[in-house]
């Protein structure tokens, strides 16, 4: 079992940024692959983008997110973290992070954490 909590997420101002971290318990954190998903309002929830396990070499982005997002962790923190650059309004969503076996399957949720883009 993995229990996930994210935070970071604030009202900005479109074009500015944003760091979002998502704390794992467990000790098999490394071991998971790791995800970002949203879900604005009146829509269904999204891939964001998501990192593969142990060293994170492999990352893939929606197409929204690609040139402006960034997924990296750190597995001696037992965190993921979203780095988002030139945000915008339509980037304003409840953001989740999730846990799985591959980089295209997860199995465990966070709560989600509010972000909310300002134009």
């Known amino acids: 079992q993995m229990q996930l909590v994210e935070s970071g997420g604030r009202l900005v101002q479109a074009g500015g940024s944003l760091r979002l971290s998502c704390a794992a318990s467990?000790?098999?954190?490394?071991?998971?692959?790791m995800g970002w998903f949203r879900q604005a309002p009146g829509k269904e929830r999204e891939f964001v983008g998501a990192?593969?396990?142990?060293?994170?070499?492999?990352?893939s982005y929606a197409d929204s997110a690609k040139g402006r997002f960034t997924i990296s962790r750190d597995n001696a923190k037992n965190t993921v973290f979203l780095q988002m650059d030139s945000l915008k309004p339509e980037d304003t969503a409840v953001y989740y992070c999730?846990?799985?076996?591959?980089?295209?399957?997860?199995?465990?949720w966070g709560q989600g954490t509010q972000v909310t883009v300002s134009s």
């Open positions: 990192i593969s396990r142990r060293s994170g070499t492999t990352t």
């Open positions: 467990g000790r098999t954190f490394s071991t998971y692959c």
């Open positions: 999730a846990a799985g076996p591959t980089i295209t399957s997860f199995n465990f």
